[in-house]
C-alpha cells in the first residue's frame, strides 16, 4: 500500500495533469504511471477506513501534519471529492498549522470559525513567516477588521513596495511606451486577489481560505513554489465579518448537530452584515459599505491582474465567464482571458477526477455591479466560484434538480442526483480550484502582466483616436450637490475628472469656466463610457440578464451630461481635480423671513432634519417675489429667534449647497406647514435585504427613524409612535411572505445577542422572529392610516397594500409579458400639482426592476358575476404618475413589454380615513443608484400631513 503511495505521488510531481483532456482522466487509467493519480482517492479512502492504522501518505517533499491525513479523508463524502493537492495539511517547524489553532482540520463536521479567530490565525502565520505579509484594509459597520494577506517568496515580500509601484506604472499606459512596460514586466509580478465569505452564509470559504495561506506560506511542493516565486498572492479571508459571525453563531444555536437537509431549521439568520443580505454583492459602483470600500483600497493598492470571488450555491463548481451579451466596454483581451481560465479550471479538475466543474450557464456578463467588478471595470480580470455549499457546516444529503445534472458541452462531467455532501468537501474543491488558477497564473505570468497593461492601453488609445472624446458636465445644475456627488463617484472610482478654466465654445454647445469635464484620453475610458453613456440591453439576447441592465450615473442622477465629440475638447484650458467637489449656498440678507427655491434638491429632507426646531412653510403654488420665480415645493422658513436660524441656515448653505433668500414678510401664496414626521422604517424579519440600503442612506444623511419590527406593528398604537411608515421594496417576499413571515416550524426562533451568541441581535434584536405582521398587524397599520398616518410602500412592498386588501380598486394587471429587469423608464406625472411632483418636471426617468404591472384604480370592483357591472369606472384621481411618455420607455437598459406597461400607474395616492397610503410601483431607493428618485420618496416624507384629497 505504501508502495502505491508513494507511486501516486511520484505521478503527481512528475505528470501535469493541466495539459490533459477531460476524456484523459479516463483513458489514463490504461496508463501504469497516471492510474494510480486517478486512483488515489478510492486508495485514500481505504487507508483511512483501517482500524487502528494511521493514514499516512509521502507528501515529499512536504511532511504532512501528524493526523491530517486521515482526518481530511474523513471528512471528504467520496474519494472523488478530494484531489492529491489538498489531502494533507503540511508540517511546518515554525508556522502553525490550522488544526493546531483550530483544534481540528479546516472543514471538519460541524465546525465553524468565528472572524477575530480567523484573522488571529492569519496574523500568526505572517508573525512567524516571512512569506506573508498581513495589512488592514479596513474596519466593519460593526467594527471587526477586513485584512488582507500577501503571499510570497520571501523576495518578494522583501521587494513588496517596489513590485506595487510596478502595477501603479503599468495600470497608467500614458506613463509608458510599450517598451518601457516590457522592461518593468520583466521584474515585475502578477497579483492574483482572492475574496473570501463575502455572503456570509456562504462560509466554506472562510474556512478553506485559512488552509490555503498556510498551504501556500509552507509548501515546498514545486507548483507551489513556482507560484511563490511568480505571484502575489492576495488573499482576504473574511471580507464581510459581521455576517460572519452572525452566521457561525446561528449555526451553533439552531443547527449543530442537525444532519437532516430536508427538515432543516431556517439556515440563515435575519441579518449578515449591518445593513443589508445578499446585496452586498451590488455595490460596486457605489461604494457605500465597509466591505466593498476594502476592496477596491486594496486594488488601487496593489492592482491585482485577477479579482476572485468565492461563492457558494451551485454544484459543484461553476466557473464564471457569463453567457453573453457582454459588456460592449469590456476589452477582447479580458474577455478572451476570461473564458481561457474558467476551461483551464474545467479541464485541470476534471483531469484530477473531480466530477461536476462547469462553466458558461450563468449570469449575462454585461452588468459589471459586484464585488469582483472592480477588477473588469479597472482593465482587470473580474471572476468568481459558485460552489456546493450547505448553509450548515454538518455534512448531509443532497438532492438536484434534472437540469442541474445534464450533460452539456459547458458541463461535461455533471455531478449525480444525490450524494453526501460536507464542508470539507467544498473546501476541496475550491481549494483545488484555486491552486489550479494560482498555478496556471504563475506559468502565464508575463502574459497577464502584458495583458493588463495592454488593456490600459487599448482603454486610453480609444479616448485619444475615437468619438466621444469627453463628456462634460455642468456645474449649475438645478441640484448643484447631486452634481458634486456624482463628480465624486467618478473619482472614487479613479476616473479622472477636471475643471474648466475658462469658459469654452465647442461644437455641442458654450460652457462655463468651473464645468466638470471627463475627457477620454485616460486607462479607464472604457469603464467611465460605462457609467456616463445610457445602456442599451440588446432586446433579441437569447439570455436574460441576471441584474440590473441601467446604471448610467448621468440618468441615475438626473443630472445633464454632455457628450463631446468635438476634438477640440483636449485643448481646452482645463486643471485636474485633486480633491471632492464641494459646492456651497449662501445665505442672502438676514431675515426675518427667508425663502428656498425648489429646484429639486436631493439634500430637503436632510435640511428638514437639521430644521427640526424651526417652522418651515411649503409652498403649494408657484409665486413671485423680486421678480424672481418660486416653483411649488419652495420652502418659507421665519423664526422669532433671527439669530440662531440665520446660524442654521448658514450651516445648511455650506453643508447641503442650499440658497436661502430673506424678505421682510411672508410671501402670500397657499402654503402649508410642514413638520419633520416621525419616520418608522418596518423592516419585516422575512427580508431585511433592500431596507438595508434604505436605512443606510438615511443614517449617511443623518435623519432619525424608529426601526419597526413585525412585533412593533402587531402591537399597535402606530400612531403614537410614528407619522410615516415606509415599508419595502422586497424582491423575495410574496403577498403571503408579506403577512406571514418566517414560518414558526419548530417554535420561536430568538434572534437575540447572549454571552455564547454574542454576534446576534444586530442591528436590532427579538425574542421571536416568526409570524410576520399577520391578519392582526395589517390591522392595526389599517387603523394606523385611518387615524392620520400615511404608509408609503416602495417596489415590491406595495403588494401588501394593493393585494393584501389595504388599498381597494387596483387589480394586478392581467397581461404577464412585461419585464423590466432594472432599468430607467419614462414617466409622466397625470397630477403635476401633487406635492410629490414637486422640484420634477412633467416627465421624469425612474428606475423600476421587475414588479407586477397594476391596472388603473377603479371606483368599485364587482364581488359577483353580473353581466353588465364586470368592474366599475376608472378612477385616476388617485394617480399621481403613470408609466410612459412623448418619447421611448427605455431612458436606460432595457425591456419586454413597454406597450402592455405604458400608461399604467406608477405611483398611487389613496385617501383613507384621516391618513393616506401611497404606493409606488418602484423602488425610489435603489441601492443608492436613482438618486434622482429619491426626491419622490423625500416630497411624501416632507409633505405626509398635507397629501391632497381626492376632491
Not at 465546525?111 to 484594509?137: C, F, M, N, P
Request: charged content about 25%; some cysteine.
Amino acid at each position: 500500500m505504501l508502495r502505491d503511495l508513494r507511486l501516486i505521488l511520484y505521478c503527481w510531481h512528475r505528470i501535469d495533469p493541466f495539459q490533459m483532456k477531460p476524456a484523459a482522466a479516463w483513458r489514463s487509467l490504461g496508463d501504469p504511471l497516471m492510474r494510480p493519480v486517478v486512483l488515489f482517492f478510492s486508495l485514500l479512502a481505504t487507508i483511512s477506513a483501517v482500524a487502528g492504522e494511521t493514514a499516512a501518505i509521502d507528501p515529499s517533499p512536504d511532511v504532512a501534519e501528524p493526523g491530517s491525513v486521515a482526518a481530511i479523508a474523513s471528512a471528504t463524502t467520496e474519494a472523488r471529492f478530494l484531489s492529491p493537492w489538498v489531502a494533507y495539511e503540511p508540517a511546518s517547524d515554525v508556522v502553525p498549522a490550522p488544526s493546531e489553532i483550530l483544534g481540528h482540520i479546516v472543514g471538519a463536521p460541524g465546525e465553524l470559525t468565528r472572524s477575530a479567530q480567523i484573522v488571529d490565525y492569519v496574523r500568526k502565520i505572517a508573525a512567524a513567516s516571512g512569506r506573508v505579509h498581513v495589512e488592514t484594509l479596513g474596519v466593519s459597520e460593526e467594527g471587526r477588521d477586513i485584512v488582507l494577506a500577501v503571499i510570497a517568496d520571501e523576495r518578494g515580500i522583501r521587494d513588496l513596495d517596489r513590485l506595487k509601484a510596478s502595477m501603479t506604472a503599468l495600470a497608467d499606459p500614458r506613463t509608458l511606451s510599450p517598451d518601457e512596460a516590457e522592461a518593468v514586466i520583466a521584474d515585475a509580478r502578477p497579483a492574483y486577489y482572492l475574496n473570501c465569505n463575502l455572503h456570509a452564509d456562504e462560509s466554506g470559504s472562510g474556512e478553506m481560505c485559512m488552509e490555503l495561506i498556510y498551504r501556500l506560506a509552507v509548501s515546498d511542493q514545486p507548483m507551489i513554489r513556482n507560484i511563490r516565486e511568480n505571484m502575489l498572492v492576495l488573499v482576504n479571508p473574511v471580507s464581510e465579518p459581521d455576517g460572519r459571525d452572525k452566521v457561525r453563531d446561528w449555526f451553533y444555536q439552531y443547527l449543530k448537530g442537525k444532519t437532516d437537509f430536508d427538515s432543516l431549521p431556517r439556515q440563515s439568520p435575519p441579518y449578515w452584515s449591518h445593513y443589508v443580505f445578499v446585496d452586498i454583492n451590488r455595490d460596486a459602483h457605489q461604494k457605500l459599505f465597509a466591505a466593498t470600500r476594502a476592496v477596491h483600497k486594496m486594488f488601487y493598492d496593489y492592482h491585482p491582474v485577477v479579482v476572485h470571488d468565492l461563492h457558494e450555491a451551485i454544484p459543484l463548481l461553476l466557473t464564471w465567464n457569463g453567457t453573453g451579451p457582454y459588456n460592449p466596454h469590456m476589452d477582447p483581451i479580458v474577455t478572451s482571458r476570461w473564458l481561457e481560465m474558467s476551461f483551464h479550471e474545467m479541464t485541470a479538475m476534471s483531469s484530477l477526477g473531480m466530477p461536476g466543474v462547469w462553466t458558461w450557464r450563468f449570469g449575462e456578463g454585461f452588468g459589471h455591479h459586484y464585488l469582483d467588478s472592480v477588477a473588469i471595470n479597472h482593465n482587470a480580470i473580474g471572476r468568481g466560484y459558485e460552489t456546493f455549499g450547505n448553509a450548515t457546516a454538518e455534512t448531509v444529503t443532497r438532492k438536484l434538480e434534472e437540469s442541474e445534472t445534464t450533460r452539456e458541452w459547458y458541463r461535461p462531467w455533471p455531478p449525480d442526483s444525490e450524494f453526501r455532501w460536507s464542508m470539507r468537501d467544498n473546501v476541496n474543491y475550491q481549494q483545488t480550484a484555486a491552486l489550479s488558477i494560482l498555478d496556471w497564473s504563475a506559468r502565464h505570468a508575463d502574459q497577464l502582466l502584458r495583458d493588463f497593461y495592454r488593456t490600459g492601453y487599448n482603454s486610453w488609445q480609444k479616448g485619444v483616436t475615437q468619438k466621444p472624446y469627453a463628456y462634460i458636465v455642468p456645474a449649475a445644475q438645478s441640484d448643484r450637490l447631486r452634481v458634486a456627488e456624482m463628480i465624486n463617484r467618478l473619482r472614487d472610482q479613479h476616473i479622472e475628472v477636471r475643471q474648466l478654466d475658462e469658459d469654452t465654445s465647442l461644437a455641442e454647445g458654450a460652457f462655463k469656466r468651473g464645468d466638470y469635464v471627463v475627457q477620454l484620453d485616460q486607462p479607464y475610458r472604457n469603464y467611465a463610457l460605462d457609467v456616463l453613456e445610457p445602456q442599451r440591453f440588446p432586446g433579441d439576447a437569447e439570455e436574460l440578464p441576471y441584474d440590473d441592465v441601467s446604471w448610467a450615473f448621468p440618468v441615475g442622477f438626473a443630472v445633464a451630461a454632455v457628450r463631446i465629440d468635438d476634438k477640440k475638447v483636449r485643448q481646452a484650458n482645463s486643471r485636474l481635480l485633486i480633491a471632492d467637489a464641494k459646492p456651497t449656498g449662501r445665505v442672502h440678507g438676514n431675515g426675518p423671513v427667508y425663502l428656498l427655491r425648489d429646484t429639486g434638491q436631493e439634500a430637503l429632507l436632510a435640511a428638514r432634519a437639521r430644521l427640526k426646531d424651526f417652522a418651515v412653510s411649503i409652498a403649494e403654488n408657484e409665486f413671485i417675489v423680486s421678480g424672481t420665480s418660486y416653483p411649488a415645493g419652495s420652502w418659507i422658513v421665519a423664526s422669532e429667534n433671527g439669530d440662531a436660524l440665520r446660524e442654521a441656515l448658514d450651516t445648511l448653505g455650506e453643508e447641503l449647497a442650499l440658497d436661502f433668500q430673506s424678505v421682510r414678510s411672508r410671501p402670500k401664496v397657499a402654503q402649508h406647514n410642514a413638520a419633520m414626521p416621525r419616520i418608522g422604517l418596518w423592516v419585516p424579519w422575512a427580508d431585511t435585504d433592500m431596507m438595508g440600503w434604505i436605512r443606510a442612506i438615511l443614517d449617511r444623511q443623518d435623519i432619525p427613524y424608529t426601526y419597526l419590527r413585525d412585533e412593533d406593528i402587531r402591537a399597535g398604537a402606530l400612531v403614537d409612535k410614528v407619522d410615516v411608515i415606509v415599508y419595502g421594496p422586497f424582491s423575495r417576499l410574496d403577498l403571503a411572505g408579506q403577512i406571514h413571515g418566517i414560518a414558526a416550524t419548530e417554535g420561536p426562533i430568538s434572534f437575540r445577542a447572549t454571552p455564547e451568541f454574542p454576534s446576534l441581535g444586530k442591528p436590532i434584536g427579538s425574542d421571536d422572529i416568526t409570524g410576520g405582521p399577520g391578519y392582526a398587524g395589517l390591522a392595526e397599520v389599517q387603523r394606523f392610516v385611518e387615524q392620520g398616518g400615511v404608509l408609503l410602500t416602495l417596489g415590491g412592498g406595495s403588494t401588501l397594500a394593493l393585494e393584501g386588501g389595504l388599498v381597494r380598486g387596483v387589480p394586478r394587471a392581467d397581461d404577464t409579458s412585461v419585464f423590466t429587469p432594472g432599468s430607467e423608464l419614462r414617466a409622466s406625472f397625470a397630477r403635476p400639482g401633487h406635492p410629490i411632483a414637486y422640484g420634477y418636471a412633467p416627465e421624469i426617468a425612474v428606475f423600476r426592476t421587475n414588479l407586477p404591472v397594476y391596472d388603473l384604480p377603479r371606483r368599485w370592483l364587482t364581488m359577483a358575476y353580473c353581466t353588465s357591472c364586470l368592474t366599475g369606472p376608472v378612477d385616476k384621481r388617485r394617480v399621481v404618475l403613470s408609466w410612459g411618455g412623448t418619447g421611448d420607455m427605455v431612458v436606460s437598459g432595457g425591456m419586454l413589454g413597454d406597450e402592455q406597461l405604458n400608461g399604467h400607474p406608477a405611483i398611487l395616492d389613496t385617501p383613507m380615513g384621516k391618513g393616506h397610503v401611497v404606493t409606488f410601483n418602484f423602488n425610489g431607493i435603489h441601492r443608492d443608484m436613482n438618486r434622482g428618485d429619491f426626491r419622490l420618496v423625500w416630497n411624501v416624507l416632507l409633505n405626509w400631513s398635507a397629501l391632497p384629497s381626492l376632491d
